[in-house]
């Protein structure tokens, strides 16, 4: 069990420890950052300014930070990729001590103080931002939306932006936010982790958030699948 769990782990990391994400910016639509459309069918919610994804695995940590900044938490984005580095495991139950101070001594502490390098699984979104609500004495907490479709995005959205997990190109997967939406002309507004929105058609986000083509999604227990949703509950 130990063997598989660790060839599961191996295949994983060599699959997403080399993603960047500005790769994943050609060809989209920027932007002009004005509201001036602002009509009955226009959602849009301006997302704070975080910093930019400077590394390969962070997405949901920058993701996160920024539905915590909306939502009035003074999280800072290097603090919570600290926290991801040190305290947490692939399930989002923090590290004891003991293992942390392990460090490479062995296979499993490396296994346990390298796995941030995987990126941010669902579960360990949703603890690390419920964290964070619970640190500045808020009320609020996320959940972990499964199977939702286009309909349910869309619902999601009357009540504030949401995170989701996307395929921006097989095989890698890359947590972004949904910050806007006209219906109108249906499209969705994307708030990357360079700090810039873009616009998606509904049939790009659909294609990149339900149609998977790459095999990330069978790892056991992780929680990598299409129609992901992060959002309050």
Known sequence: MLKLLILSIISFLSISCNLQAMDFYDGLQGSSGSNKEAKSSVIYYPMPKVGRQNDGWSCGINSGTKFLRYHGMATDYSELKAIRKREMTST???????????????????????????????????????????????????????????????KHLESGPVIILIEPREPYLHWIMVNGYDSSKNIFRISETNDTDYHYTESLLKKKWLKWDGMLDWLPGVGLKEGVVITLR
């Open 92 to 154: 989002g139950i923090k590290i004891p001590k003991l293992l942390q101070a392990l460090d490479n001594a062995n296979p499993v502490g490396l296994a346990l103080n390298n796995i941030h390098r995987l990126g941010t699984p669902p579960r360990v979104l949703r603890s690390m931002i419920n964290w964070q609500f619970i640190r500045f004495k808020s009320k609020k907490r996320v959940d972990i939306y499964w199977d939702q479709s286009m309909t349910d995005l869309r």
